[in-house]
T-cell receptor, first 115, second 117 residues
């Protein structure tokens, strides 16, 4: 069965600090997708990134970067020079094989960026 | 702005009321989903529709009744709810499921915050 773990329940940082959100997953499938979503107080889940299991290349998008390591089943998310607007709950998620409905969320990490 | 629109944004209802939540997307997606999210918890899958047919019901009580009138619309009919059903109800869509072209990426609406008195 698939499972996603986010060990950090809450993180607080001061603006301009770098912060890394951890995600560890479990799956028996060889083909799967990993995601990060951001949920601001407004409630909408905002898609940030998708990574498939065959692509271990790390990715950078502005202040955001992702480190995917299959050897440790981790897909960590780093925000560089954090800003107050980054304050939100961040969810890591896993979708197995070809079926999008098997979409499992981790418990989420609440990030507070203080001015 | 989100491309998945949910109405109403807030709903308060009594335990004997009948109400509906509505969701609409115009991205041409053929899979639509209902999730329930309690405070400080991740979203939990309730229903999945694929090509307007119900493909997954995660053992949801019958007081929640989904409906997919067409590929762009998804409704959730509510009847005889309990106070513990109070939550944020999120609608999502994705390109399609059941074939290798699916990216698995879900697009979410802002949710309907339901309070049952």
């Amino acid at each position: 069965a698939q499972k996603v773990t986010q060990a950090q329940t809450e993180i607080s940082v001061v603006e301009k600090e770098d912060v890394t959100l951890d995600c560890v997953y479990e799956t028996r499938d060889t083909t799967y997708y990993l995601f990060w979503y951001k949920q601001p107080p407004s409630g909408e889940l905002v898609f940030l990134i998708r990574r498939n299991s065959f692509d271990e290349q790390n990715e950078i998008s502005g202040r955001y970067s992702w480190n995917f390591q299959k050897s440790t089943s981790s897909f960590n998310f780093t925000i560089t020079a954090s800003q107050v607007v980054d304050s939100a709950v961040y969810f890591c998620a896993l979708s197995e094989a070809d079926y999008g409905q098997n979409f499992v969320f981790g418990p989420g990490t609440r990030l507070s960026v203080l001015p | 702005d989100t491309e998945v629109t949910q109405t109403p944004k807030h709903l308060v209802m009594g335990m004997t009321n009948k109400k509906s939540l509505k969701c609409e997307q115009h991205m041409g997606h053929r899979a639509m989903y209902w999730y329930k999210q309690k405070a400080k918890k991740p979203p939990e899958l309730m229903f999945v529709y694929s090509y307007e047919k119900l493909s997954i019901n995660e053992s949801v009580p019958s007081r929640f009744s989904p409906e997919c009138p067409n590929s762009s619309l998804l409704n959730l009919h509510l009847h005889a709810l309990q106070p513990e059903d109070s939550a944020l109800y999120l609608c999502a869509s994705s390109q399609r499921i059941g074939d290798r072209a699916n990216t698995g990426e879900l697009f979410f609406g802002e949710g309907s915050r339901l309070t049952v008195l």
